[in-house]
């Protein structure tokens, strides 16, 4: 049997709904992004010994999700693969759940769950293990290079007083500068407003 086609005012209605939901969820996300982000970055830096919360300013803290996707290639590409990966790896599940249903009685919670939310749970939790997995291991990364002084020198500073210093960045916001020098394993933090320039060094 053919099913009647959806009215004009039907697929508005669906349209209508998707953008209040869309709406709705919106806030919700970038908060949760918003908190894995201070989750990370308090990871990341407390690993060195760094309480970033106490060099960090208000606009620091709601931009910290944007800082994470635009500090490199590489984060935004796993973010992405998630979503992809997830929409696919659900499709999946779904599938074999379809296949196994005659031999079970009841589904459980999560597999009665509709497409969206399942997918949502999944990408969720697999946002949350990148955020926290980057900065577990990025913050171990940096240790064990200041520790064994294989930080790679890339950049010069120019500070006020004309001093110059090659330094390796570990990391910045709107307010200070953290990084180390040649032959020192102690992380150096200072104000942003005392550096004059930030050179790129050739390799």
Request: hydrophobic share 45%; net charge positive; charged share 15%.
């Amino acid at each position: 049997m053919i099913e009647p086609e959806s009215t004009p005012e039907e697929k508005a209605g669906r349209s209508s709904l998707m953008i209040d939901s869309l709406v709705h969820y919106l806030p919700l996300g970038y908060l949760y992004l918003l908190i894995l982000g201070i989750a990370s970055d308090s990871l990341y830096y407390g690993i060195l010994g760094i309480n970033v919360i106490s060099y960090s300013n208000v606009l620091d803290v709601l931009l910290s999700p944007v800082a994470h996707l635009t500090s490199g290639i590489l984060f935004p590409l796993v973010i992405l693969s998630i979503f992809i990966f997830g929409y696919f790896y659900i499709m999946l599940l779904r599938y074999i759940q379809q296949k196994k249903k005659k031999t079970r009685k009841k589904p459980g919670y999560i597999e009665s769950l509709p497409f969206s939310k399942q997918w949502l749970l999944f990408t969720a939790f697999s946002i949350f293990c990148a955020f926290l997995g980057f900065g577990v291991g990025g913050g171990y990364a940096r240790k064990d290079q200041l520790e064994n002084q294989k930080l790679k020198i890339k950049h010069r500073l120019t500070f006020q007083n004309n001093d110059i210093k090659d330094v390796a960045i570990i990391g910045s916001n709107s307010s200070f500068i953290f990084y180390a020098i040649q032959n020192d394993t102690n992380l150096k933090i200072t104000p942003i407003q005392n550096v004059l320039i930030i050179e790129n060094i050739k390799e």
